[in-house]
């Protein structure tokens, strides 16, 4: 039982470009969420899904999508990194809202 | 508007010596209160859930406890491996959201 698995751990990207964060998790959870977490914030809620084929903002979400298609799947795309973007994301799940949620061991993502 | 609030943000003990670390918030409506663990390069691990005022959990050397305004996380006679940052969280009343504290980063020097 892996819980909740992010890809990839680390990656390095230049200021423009494009990526996809991976989050899966084989927990039948309903709930999946993506977090930012920087020095001195805390962790800060980007996207949010409440089930297959849902998708909502939380506190921060200029400059991510994010897509569920699948109820084990959460996909946070970033289409024009900035550097602002510089940081450590948290996919978390819940089998419902309002209850802990289980994280997974986090991307570390740097913008040059 | 719904607020948690840790203190210290950080805290240096030495190895046996006890104290707590304090997590105040205000929520309309409490669902819940949960505590975590962070270890460096690690996503937050579950530890505790509290519901109501008054409750107490206990694991190993940690024991979470519960008012109506503030929960404490008492570390008695801590161990190295008790090092790492404790978050505390609270659902929203309206939402299916979560509001994290910033953290207590808790180092205990052997």
């Known amino acids: 039982n892996a819980g909740v698995t992010q890809t990839p751990k680390f990656r390095v990207l230049k200021t423009g470009q494009s990526m996809t964060l991976l989050c899966a998790q084989d927990m039948n959870h309903e709930y999946m969420y993506w977090y930012r977490q920087d020095p001195g914030m805390g962790l800060r809620l980007i996207h949010y899904?409440?089930?297959?084929?849902?998708?909502a903002k939380g506190e921060v979400p200029d400059g991510y999508n994010v897509s569920r298609l699948k109820k084990q799947n959460f996909l946070l795309g970033l289409e024009s990194a900035a550097p602002s973007q510089t940081s450590v994301y948290f996919c978390?799940?819940?089998?419902?809202?309002?209850?802990?949620?289980?994280f997974g061991d986090g991307t570390r993502l740097s913008i040059l | 508007e719904d607020q948690v609030t840790q203190s210290p943000e950080a805290l240096r003990l030495q190895e046996g010596e006890s104290s707590s670390l304090n997590c105040s918030y205000t929520?309309?409506?409490?669902?819940?209160l949960f505590w975590y663990r962070q270890d460096p390069g690690k996503g937050p691990e579950f530890l505790f859930t509290?519901?109501?005022a008054g409750e107490e959990k206990e694991k190993e050397r940690l024991k979470a406890t519960l008012t109506k305004k503030e929960s404490f996380l008492h570390i008695t006679a801590p161990k190295p491996e008790d090092s790492a940052t404790y978050l505390c969280a609270v659902p929203t009343y309206r939402d299916d959201k979560i509001i994290f504290g910033k953290g207590t980063r808790l180092h205990i020097l052997p």
């Open positions: 929520v309309s409506g409490l669902r819940g």
């Open positions: 978390a799940s819940s089998y419902l809202g309002g209850q802990p949620q289980h």
């Open positions: 509290l519901y109501s």
């Open positions: 899904s409440v089930g297959e084929g849902t998708t």
